[in-house]
């Protein structure tokens, strides 16, 4: 099972395990109006912004990648 990586909205890190529609939640910066990760996961709707996350955006959300990215 692999695991993409995503910023919501430039307000959210978020991951997506294959063959889920949902959006798990690592991270979210709530002064940008960020998603909290205690809401639970979230399906993306077309008016949500997604990118692939780098290893700049987990330290921007102060996540440690270790374990995320290879």
Not at 38 to 61: H, I, K, N, V
Request: glycine fraction near 8%; proline fraction near 9%.
């Amino acid at each position: 099972m692999s695991t993409q990586y995503f910023v919501c909205n430039e307000n959210t890190l978020c991951y997506q395990n294959d063959g889920d529609t949902c959006l798990g939640v690592l991270a979210d910066k709530p002064i940008k109006g960020g998603r909290a990760w205690l809401s639970g996961p979230f399906t993306p709707t077309p008016s949500d912004r997604l990118r692939p996350a780098t290893l700049a955006d987990f330290d921007y959300y102060r996540v440690d990648p270790t374990g995320h990215i290879a």
